[in-house]
Structure formats: C-alpha cells, structure tokens
C-alpha cells in the first residue's frame, strides 16, 4: 500500500515496460523506415516519436493509476508529391502491425451532398481491419490530399463551402476522438441500417498533402528577404526545402484550415523535395527497389539485368525534370524496359544470359540497348 501513494507531480520512471503489446521504441521505428524510405529524416524522427508516444499515451491511458491522462496529438505531413509521404505512413503501419487506412479527401464532401460523408474513412479502417472493431480503434487513418478541403477564398459565399469547411467541421470531432457510427458497406447512413460504432480516440489521424503555396504564405509571415521569396517561386519546389520547416499552425490557417480543425494537428512535419541524387539511391537502396523489382522479372526468365552507373543517373536526371518526384523514375523505367522485357524471353532461348543497360538507352527510351552474352 505504501507504493501506490508515491503518485508524484513529477515524472518518476514508469512502473511497467511491458504490458502485453509491445511498444517500438522510436530508433526501431526509424530503424525500419530507414530500409524503405529514402532521406527525409526529419519526418522519419518526427513520425516516429509521435508514433511511439501515441500509442504509449495509450497504453498509459489504459492504465487508470494515472490522473494525468495525455491528449492524443496528431500529424500533418506536408511536402510534394511523390516524395515518400505515404510510404511513410504505410511503412509505419506495416512495422507497427495497425490497419491503415489512406483516405483521399478530395472525394469528401458534407453529409447530405454528392461525395462520400467523412465516415467513409472509418469505414475503410475497418475493412482493414476485417472488420474488427478492437484492430481498427488502434488503427492509423491517412486524410491525404488533406490540402484539398481547405477553405475557398474569398470573402463571404452565398453556397455552402460543402467540400472544404464544411468537411473540415465534420471531421472535427471524428479526428479529436468520439464514438462513431458507421454503416458497415460505406455509402449513406439511413434510418434502418444497423450501425456499427467506432470509438476514435486511439485512432491516429495524419493529414498530408502537398499544401502548394504555403512556403509563400511562411516566407510572407516570418519576412523573409524579397530575394528568397522570389527563389522559392521562380526555381520552384527545389527551393522550398529549409522553409517548410518553420511552419506554423498560423501559416496552416491562412492556408485554409480552420483554426479548431488545425488545432487538433499539433504536430506538423514535411518531406524535402528529392534531388538528383536522392532519386538515384531510390532506385537502387530500398528494400523491394524499383531495380530489384525489375532484376528478378528478368531472372525468372533466365537473365541477368544489370544498369550502368550512368544509367542510373540518366533515369534520375530525367525523372528530376518531370516534377512528380519518385514516381518519375517507375514511368521512365515502364518505358524503358517495355521492349526490353518484349524480347527478353526469345532472347534468353538464344543463348543470352545478360542485358546490359546503357545509358544511351535510357536517353534513347527502348532503342539501342546491348545485349551480352556471357561466352
Ligand atoms: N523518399 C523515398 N524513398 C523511397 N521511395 C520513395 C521515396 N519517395 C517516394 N518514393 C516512391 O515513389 C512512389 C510515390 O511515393 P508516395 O509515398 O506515394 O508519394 P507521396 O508523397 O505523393 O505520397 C512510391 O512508389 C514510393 O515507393
Ligand atoms: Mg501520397
């Protein structure tokens, strides 16, 4: 009896470490996204603290002996397109084992009109979940294209706003975490279909989108120079790297979030546009690369695939100028290995056993690569 009065104000250790379900400590976490993700080491460590605390606050909540309860926190990732955002958060679940589900805001629209009603992301959470409400209260909802319910500009509008505002006011109390109903199939809630109910407050909620314009907005708000400003906007995305970081949730209400919705997003992070030589490693160093992928294509059919380091950074160069990040570099592959992967077969059957890629077939797109045969 004399332990449990040693409730104190301040933080003593932690009286258990496990408690059933284990916790992944947060240099786990990065640990594994590291394998699969490219860079963006801020967003790794952001994410993976505060998924680490998430699921600790709840396990501490669970446990009663504490008055303290901790309020859930969840995440806004910003940054372009194609740059590792959701394969962030699907790399996360996987580690974590927690259904996940990636909602596409754009399709949302307030109860009552054409569009899905914001239940539909608990939906999908439970069909990952088989339908197993316990599994889908822990899970992780992605609210992507979570830019695109922002508030219309523009003064006082005679029409309801009823796919930003109104959607952002729907979803408030679903993201800060309330008892749910939700029809089972998805579609229209209507008086005699059984609901099932959904209590949101272990569910983590991470709302991403690429926010275009919001470094104006920043750059505006701390005042930076006219000629940095002008950089951002000119040389585009490339630029916009250091700023992001300073983000604040002002910079997020300008930008169309209304402040009680924002508000329940307290941690913001951001993925950096990739360069030259980001998207050349992501070629090659993830686990399940896009190279690898190819490679054993072609070894079931008996051959060896193999990329000149000035392929590599030809697909890369290529792929920077497209502007859509990572996927750049799968459509100039498609293309590459089309013909490629057309003849390998009938090649392999006339005694080819490698293929070499050159970079003048990656500049050249199907024609002209060299096959060698061993011997
Ligand atoms: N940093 C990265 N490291 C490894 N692969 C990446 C990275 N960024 C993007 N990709 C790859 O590019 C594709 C698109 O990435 P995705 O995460 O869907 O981008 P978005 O930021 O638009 O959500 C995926 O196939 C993903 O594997
Ligand atoms: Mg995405």
Do not use: W
Request: proline share 4%.
């Amino acid at each position: 009896m004399a332990k449990k009065s040693t409730n104190s104000v301040t933080s003593s250790p932690a009286p258990k470490q496990d408690s059933g379900s284990k916790i992944m400590r947060p240099d786990q976490i990065k640990e594994i996204l590291d394998r699969h993700v490219i860079g963006q080491d801020e967003a790794k460590k952001t994410l993976a603290v505060a998924v680490y605390n998430h699921y600790k606050r709840i396990r501490h909540n669970d446990e009663a002996a504490s008055k303290v309860k901790i309020d859930k926190s969840n995440i806004i990732l910003l940054g372009g397109t194609g740059c590792g955002k959701t394969l962030l958060v699907k790399t996360i679940a996987e580690a974590l084992d927690v259904p996940c589900y990636i909602q596409d805001c754009t399709k949302l629209t307030a109860s009552g009109y054409v569009g899905s009603d914001v239940e539909d992301c608990l939906v999908g959470l439970l069909r990952a979940s088989n339908y197993c409400i316990s599994k889908a209260e822990m899970g992780i909802v992605m609210l992507d294209e979570g830019d695109k319910i922002a508030k219309r500009e523009a003064g006082p509008s005679i029409t309801r706003d009823v796919s930003g505002e109104c959607v952002q006011q729907s979803l408030l109390k679903i993201v800060e975490g309330d008892l749910v109903g939700v029809p089972p199939m998805g579609g229209r809630k209507h008086p005699e279909q059984p609901l099932l109910y959904v209590n949101t407050k272990n569910i983590l909620f991470i709302l991403s989108g690429a926010f275009v314009g919001i470094e104006d907005i920043i750059a505006k708000r701390i005042g930076k120079s006219g000629a940095r400003i002008g950089f951002c906007t000119t040389e585009e995305k490339g630029n916009s790297e250091g700023i992001l970081e300073e983000v604040s949730a002002q910079d997020l209400r300008d930008f169309g979030l209304i402040p009680e919705f924002a508000g329940r997003f307290p941690i913001v992070t951001h993925v950096d546009p990739l360069d030259e030589k980001a998207l050349e490693r992501i070629l090659i160093e993830p686990q399940n690369s896009l190279i690898s992928q190819y490679c054993e294509l072609l070894r079931e059919d008996g051959i060896a695939l193999a990329f000149s380091s000035k392929a590599l950074r030809a697909i890369a160069r290529e792929a920077l100028s497209m502007g859509t990040g990572a996927r750049g570099l799968r459509t100039i592959l498609e293309k590459v290995m089309r013909d490629i992967m057309f003849d390998a077969p009938r090649k392999a059957k006339e005694g080819c056993t490698e293929i070499l890629i050159l970079e003048d077939d990656i500049l050249r797109k199907g024609f002209g690569r060299e096959y060698r045969k061993a011997e």
